[in-house]
């Protein structure tokens, strides 16, 4: 029988993932709409619960198809499929138009970090990103750019927010992030990919070396502040141990760009240099 009750408990459970603690209790986030459902799977990560709607799902082709595969996969997957109403898959899931498609994912497990074997590794640490929207985007940017893992420090926004699962379009499934993690665990990770500390930068508006001046090509980090408070007094205090602070220099009267855009920019221009040097040039 299709689910329509926003009472239903299927439909409060998946309810309960827009708030961190029921994430925290049940170890799953919320995944809403084809697009990122069908990340989810790509990854080889199937949903443990799935509620849809045949009839706003087969609106489209990428629905119509998304639907054919959950329902052909269900017997190897321990995934809880029901066709819901668009009334209770509205009250199940964090956004307006939830396109007719809402499912709860496990938290990704990823391994300890270790060096790439084929070139030198590049690590993004968070430090104190507090805008859903921003660490989402950072995510997505940090995944296109050829980041090898991301570091969240224990002040950033929940990973699995539900903001911050939109705005990342699937990088949740593929880029490897460590949560939660203090200054002295992400050092000691970032020792284990041979990133020297000479070569871990961070973004400050009044450094004097530019982030087209670094050398990119060899194994590095780059810690990204909080846009509103720049650098905590703990990643100041990590970076002061050797670490380099680089700037972006900027016209006009700007006086500082949003985290999101800032680790775009630096991001790009190592994955340029990284570029030049596997082409030889």
Request: glycine content about 8%; hydrophobic content about 40%; charged content about 25%.
């Amino acid at each position: 029988a299709m689910i329509d009750s926003p009472a239903n408990p299927t439909v409060k459970s998946l309810r309960a993932l827009t708030t961190a603690k029921g994430r925290r209790e049940s170890r799953r986030f919320l995944v809403e709409g084809v697009r990122a459902v069908e990340e989810g799977l790509r990854a080889s990560y199937p949903p443990d619960i799935c509620l849809y709607n045949s009839e706003l799902l087969g609106r489209t082709e990428r629905g119509s198809k998304l639907l054919r595969e959950l329902l052909a996969g269900q017997g190897e997957r321990k995934t809880v499929l029901a066709e819901a109403s668009p009334r209770a898959i509205e009250a199940a899931s964090d956004t307006l138009h939830p396109q007719g498609i809402v499912a709860a994912f496990p938290f990704v497990e990823w391994r300890e970090p270790a060096p790439p074997t084929k070139r030198a590794a590049l690590a993004l640490v968070c430090d104190d990103i507090q805008d859903p929207g921003n660490l989402g985007t950072i995510l997505r940017t940090a995944e296109a750019a050829g980041v090898d893992a991301v570091w969240l420090t224990p002040r950033c926004v929940d990973l699995y927010n539900p903001k911050v699962v939109r705005s990342a379009m699937g990088a949740h499934f593929r880029l490897p992030a460590y949560p939660d993690r203090d200054w002295e665990r992400i050092g000691r990770d970032l020792e284990k990919l041979q990133i020297d500390r000479g070569q871990i930068f961070a973004t400050q508006a009044s450094a004097d070396e530019a982030y087209d001046q670094a050398d990119w090509r060899q194994p590095s980090a780059l810690i990204v502040s909080n846009e509103a408070h720049g650098l905590s007094a703990e990643a100041a205090r990590f970076v002061e141990q050797g670490g380099r602070a680089i700037s972006i220099p900027m016209e006009g009267g700007t006086e500082s760009l949003n985290a999101a855009i800032a680790a775009a920019i630096i991001l790009f221009e190592a994955a340029r240099q990284r570029r030049k040097l596997r082409q030889g040039t």
